[in-house]
């Protein structure tokens, strides 16, 4: 088993004893981060592309990437940056892999190390489709954090396809999914939610 085979929210609840609570709106009090000239004129000119073309791999290197990448910049480079990357964890437990991305508060490129922090699955018109994985993506992280002696209090995970963002936090066995959805064109608030948890690691 592996990431990829967890489909629904059921069986990483199941696999991992968790407990779902997606009541609450969880991200409202995230400051906003305006983009820069250069991501806004990125997105004006691929979003239309990554629309037309409509697969999830164009999503994923035309959209997901640049605002990924976009965050590393507002860190200075700070933020270790993995995409399309094995992570193997419990492969016993179904957590092994490769995740679509995968943000360290570490600034070494070759090696993801600790602390993973957030994760961000890429897919193609189906956010309810991709929760599973990335819940147990997100108990793989909190797993790896804690076999490196690395006590992060959450872990942060999205699921998105390009256009539209679903965030999620795990907080010891309980996952938060946020109520709501964010879009493309709210690209502020966006960024803010993904910076949250390494503004409280590396500060601006």
Same mark, same amino acid.
């Given at each position: 088993?592996?990431?990829?085979n967890?489909?629904?929210?059921a069986?990483?609840?199941?696999?991992f004893n #968790?407990?779902?609570?997606?009541?609450?709106?969880?991200?409202s009090? $995230?400051? =906003?981060?305006?983009? $820069?000239?250069y +991501?806004r *004129?990125?997105l004006?000119e691929?979003?239309p592309?990554?629309s037309?073309i409509?697969t !999830?791999?164009?999503?994923?290197e035309?959209i997901?990437?640049?605002?990924? #990448? !976009? #965050?590393?910049?507002?860190?200075q480079?700070?933020i270790?940056?993995?995409?399309?990357? !094995?992570? /193997?964890v419990? =492969? /016993?437990a179904?957590?092994?892999?490769?995740c679509?991305y +995968?943000?360290?508060?570490?600034?070494?490129?070759y /090696?993801?190390?600790r602390?993973?922090v957030?994760?961000v699955?890429?897919?193609?018109?189906?956010i309810k489709?991709?929760?599973?994985?990335c819940?147990?993506?997100?108990? *793989?992280?909190?797993?790896f954090?804690?076999?490196?002696?690395?006590?992060?209090?959450?872990?942060y995970?999205?699921v998105?396809t390009?256009?539209?963002?679903k965030? +999620?936090r795990l907080?010891?066995?309980t996952?938060f999914i946020?109520?709501g959805?964010?879009?493309?064109k709210e690209i502020?608030?966006?960024?803010?939610i #993904?910076?949250? =948890?390494f503004a409280k690691?590396l500060p +601006?």
């Open positions: 088993m592996a990431y990829s967890f489909k629904t929210i069986q990483a609840r199941t696999a #968790l407990t779902v609570d997606d009541t609450r709106d969880c991200f009090g $995230s400051k =906003p981060i305006q983009p $820069s000239q +991501l *004129a990125t004006d691929y979003l592309l990554a037309a409509n !999830e791999k164009a999503r994923s035309l997901v990437a640049p605002v990924l #990448l !976009e #965050l590393r910049r507002i860190f480079g700070r270790g940056f993995f995409s399309g990357t !094995e992570f /193997e419990e =492969p /016993e179904g957590l092994n892999g490769f679509d +995968l943000l360290t508060a570490s600034t070494d490129l /090696e993801i190390r602390p993973v957030t994760l699955e890429a897919k193609n018109e189906n489709g991709g929760l599973g994985q819940i147990a993506e997100m108990v *793989a992280a909190q797993r954090n804690q076999q490196q002696g690395e006590q992060l209090d959450t872990i995970g999205a998105t390009g256009n539209i963002w965030f +999620l907080v010891n066995n996952i946020d109520i959805d964010y879009y493309i502020d608030n966006i960024l803010g #993904l910076a949250e =948890p690691i +601006l």
